[in-house]
Nanobody, 118 residues
Framework: QVQFVESGGGFVQPGGSLKLSCAAS????????MSWYRQSPGKERELIAT??????EYIESVQGRFSISRDDSEATVYLQMNSLKPEDTAVYYC?????????????WGHGTQVTVSS
């Protein structure tokens, strides 16, 4: 069964850094693009970064501050977050770029909480 386990979140002051990890299992990881999402209180979950074969994509608000990477040998996707801002506070999740198209809406992990505050 498809499973995602996110980790690495925590409490950090503005301007700080965190590196998130997402361990995937239950599918052929190498063959899929992977994405990071986040959900802030009262808001819908939003896609923030995607890594495809040969390319990386980011939403404007994290461009230049966040970096997505992957280790196919470990079936793990990472999100390096630098210059963190209070508005980055959210629960962070990983999944494929279009979970509905894959029928994977049921496979969201528990996420990892990131809190940016002074």
């Amino acid at each position: 069964q498809v499973q995602f386990v996110e980790s690495g979140g925590g409490f950090v002051q503005p301007g700080g850094s965190l590196k998130l990890s997402c361990a995937a299992s239950g599918f052929f990881f190498d063959g899929y693009a992977m994405s990071w999402y986040r959900q802030s209180p009262g808001k819908e979950r939003e896609l923030i970064a995607t890594i495809r074969s040969g390319s990386k994509e980011y939403i404007e608000s994290v461009q230049g501050r966040f970096s997505i990477s992957r280790d196919d040998s470990e079936a793990t996707v990472y999100l390096q977050m630098n210059s963190l801002k209070p508005e980055d506070t959210a629960v962070y999740y990983c999944n494929v770029p279009d979970p509905s198209a894959e029928g994977w809406d049921a496979y969201w992990g528990h996420g990892t909480q990131v809190t940016v505050s002074s």
